[in-house]
């Protein structure tokens, strides 16, 4: 049970302003927000936190989690315990993780996930799958907002695995029918018949190298101009996840300018890393898909990025062990998916610093505020306000470490961005009034984190 707690001193640091000052907390929610709150006036028993020197932030939402995924004949690395503890290290205090559709139902699929979730110590929201159309969608999809849910999930490709919703006219259904009941519509822009192509053109060793030939960009590209046409001819905004390359981004910049309302999430991965990754003998730790591009695609997103072309930044994170990614060096085989939540907000802090263009405020819009406002749990979540549930980060932005698999918590064992020096630590963590993460000592409960319905 939470009790209250007084921050004081600190450097608040919201979308919309950043100013010194006191918040008070009492029981679950931000009771009040001020220059100066005096010790003795609040509640008996008040704990009281200096964060003289540091930042507090709105508590971060990774916008994209594959926890305790069951793909591919085995389960990914962190349950969803241990992502409620990695998360807490990095200053997240809401993830969005996914149904994926049982193809027979989506309340079914909905409430076997929500089962799933419920040891999570940090809260959670979902987003729905569709993999196939049924002829009672619309109903179906009906039932899964009343659930709680304001977003689902589209592949336009892994025809493979049965995510592809191949018939045009059906496709165009669920998009309409999701527009007509105000869910936004996320997608996974990668076209098959292009991925398929330039399989078949494909004459060299599929070494993890070749995964950003056999899945090149004009796919993404191709996808999101696909999908963009629907969502212009029922004018409907429309999500695209992880974007990966500059042809991608060129993409929505057409959808744009056509007035086409695109809201970009991009990952760390893309935006720091390169495919020169994939050489090497662990070449198979950077295996995701999309797939790692070239410098120039990272530079494009860091530059859209810095532009404010870009209104989220989530981690996919969909971890494997180091042992499971190293078991086959053939990118066909390869489990695909990378760590990265607790990686996310020190990396980006150390991007700001380094290039300049990007605030801090700025950065609490794309981990934050801009995921809260795309799938409704805004203000609820992800903004410093009175009312708001006391979800709040205290960021040291001096302390300079380096990433390594000593320093962050995944049970991959491994994190992609070993020996990287950032600038930037989480000291404490809040959730709803309590402290989860303080001191580098975890103190999340099993089953504190509530499922967030969003309001969209
Ligand atoms: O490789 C990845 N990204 N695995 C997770 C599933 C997805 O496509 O987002
Ligand atoms: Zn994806
Ligand atoms: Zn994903």
New binding site residues.
Partial sequence: MAGSILIKDGLLVDTEWVRHEDILIEGEKIKRIAPSIDENDVPEGTSIISADGKCVLPGLIDA?T?YH?VSRGTVTADSFLEGSKLASYGGVTTVIDFADDDKKSLSSSLSKRLDEMKDMAIDYALHQGVYKWRPDILSELEEVKKMGVGTIKI?TT?KDVGYLIEDKSQLEEVFKDSSDLNLMVSV?AEDDDVIRRAGEEYSGNYGPESHPVLRPSEAEAVAIRKVGDIAKKYSMPLYI??LSSRKGLMEVRKLRSEGVRVIVETTPHYLFLDKSYLSGENGPLY????PLRSKDDSEALREALSNGEIQVVAT?H?AFTRAQKLESNDVRKIY???PGTEEMLPLLHTFALSNGHLSLSQIVNLLSTGPAKAFGLYPRKGVLREGSDADVVIFDPDESWTLSSETVHSASGYTPYEGFNVTGKVQMTILRGRIVMGDDIYLGIKGDGKFIEATR
């Fill in positions: 994209h594959h995924l592949f892994y996974h996840v992880h295996v995701m898909t999309p996919d969909c695909p998916g990378i």
